[in-house]
């Protein structure tokens, strides 16, 4: 986060680590009754989106896969996860039509469009 922008009061406001926030749970996240969820293989934005969201810790696991063509190679990378627990998920879902469990959504994201710079920088990463 940067000094400028300070700390959103909420999730669902519009501000610029929000927008960043929504754009990375759109791109690699899900949303439930239960909370948020995102995924990174960056552990810098992993500790950034745990202090939007407020999260108590970033969940890192190193993931190896087997390449298609020769199995004896395996590549491993690192996967972060940061989760919000609680209501949001039903807010947001209901706020700015994410996906939600199961169902499809419509994403209204315009609530965020004051910030689309750091939106799509979120969908993208």
Known sequence: MSAETGVP????DAHPETAYFWG???????????????????E??????????????????????EYA?????????DRY???AHGAVGD???AALG?????????YRLDALADFDRQLLRGILE
Not at 49 to 54: E, P, Q, R, T
């Open 9 to 12: 009061g909420d999730l669902l």
């Open 24 to 42: 990375r749970v759109v791109g690699d996240g899900r949303v439930t009754a239960e909370g948020v969820t995102v995924h990174t293989s960056d």
């Open 44 to 65: 810098t934005a992993a500790e950034r989106l745990a202090a939007v969201a407020g999260a108590e810790g970033v969940d890192h696991r190193i993931i190896e896969r």
């Open 69 to 77: 063509h020769d199995t004896t190679i395996t590549r491993s990378e």
């Open 81 to 83: 996860t940061v989760q």
């Open 91 to 93: 807010r947001a879902a």
């Open 98 to 106: 994410l996906p939600f469990e199961g169902d499809p959504g419509g």
